[in-house]
């Protein structure tokens, strides 16, 4: 049972792109969770979503930054017109239930902004 | 709301030390408690975690935690430390309603010294 994969491992951008992140859920998982890890800090908690729902996005930026858990596919959180502040590494987690469960963490994707 | 504080964000030790790193938190309802490695350049992993039961939870690699409810703590041990072990430790609270919402604390960077 493979873990939960992210992609691309690194990325990097211009101030004013536009960055996707992706994750794959672990077989069998159906909730996905988003953290973000600025340096020296740790990981913030952004958004859970189920399938084709956001349940709490209470994390997340208002502006710029999005995500979506479709039917087919990976996770994706989107964020637009990226700036050096969005310089970060971006975890995605999953869990097969929202009760008494564990999530478990994927690698991770270090988004960089030049 | 939850918070978690790591009273050490910096901690050097000798090989074969013990350790003992902090973890306190702050949240009404009822918790589960990790805690995580991060290896330089790596993902999270899971060293830990308690839901309910024997308060001494054993983990991987040697290290346990003990969860004192009336004190909101859950204190990483280990007797005897290794160079292999410096990495990031990081500890996490969720509720015991939402798998994945986890608060994390800053983290705590461990090194030993060979």
């Not at chain 1, 960055?19 to 990981?43: F, N, T």
């Not at chain 1, 209470?58 to 964020?79: C, D, H, Q, T, V």
């Not at chain 2, 350790?19 to 949240?27: K, R, T």
């Not at chain 2, 409810?69 to 500890?91: G, I």
């Amino acid at each position: 049972n493979a873990g939960v994969m992210q992609n691309p491992r690194h990325l990097v951008r211009r101030r004013g792109q536009e960055a996707r992140l992706r994750c794959s859920p672990m077989k069998g998982h159906s909730h996905v969770y988003w953290y973000r890890q600025l340096p020296e800090e740790g990981l913030k908690f952004m958004v859970y979503l189920q399938k084709e729902n956001i349940i709490d996005e209470s994390g997340m930026p208002k502006e710029r930054f999005s995500a979506e858990f479709p039917k087919e596919g990976p996770s994706i959180l989107r964020i637009q017109q990226v700036v050096r502040g969005d310089s970060a590494a971006y975890f995605c987690a999953s869990s097969p239930e929202r009760w008494r469960a564990e999530a478990f963490f994927g690698q991770g994707t270090r988004l960089t902004v030049v | 709301a939850q918070s978690v504080s790591q009273h050490n964000h910096h901690v050097i030790l000798s090989e074969a030390a013990s350790l003992e790193l902090g973890c306190n938190y702050s949240y009404g309802g009822t918790v589960n408690l990790f805690w995580y490695v991060q290896y330089p350049g790596q993902h999270l992993q899971l060293l830990l975690k308690y839901f309910s039961g024997d308060p001494l939870v054993k983990g991987i690699k040697g290290f346990e935690a003990e969860f004192i409810k009336s004190k909101f703590s859950f204190n990483l041990r280990k007797p005897s430390v290794q160079w292999s072990d410096t990495a990031e430790y990081f500890c996490a609270v969720t509720p015991n309603t939402n798998a994945g919402k986890s608060t994390f604390g800053d983290g705590t960077t461990l090194t030993v010294k060979p």
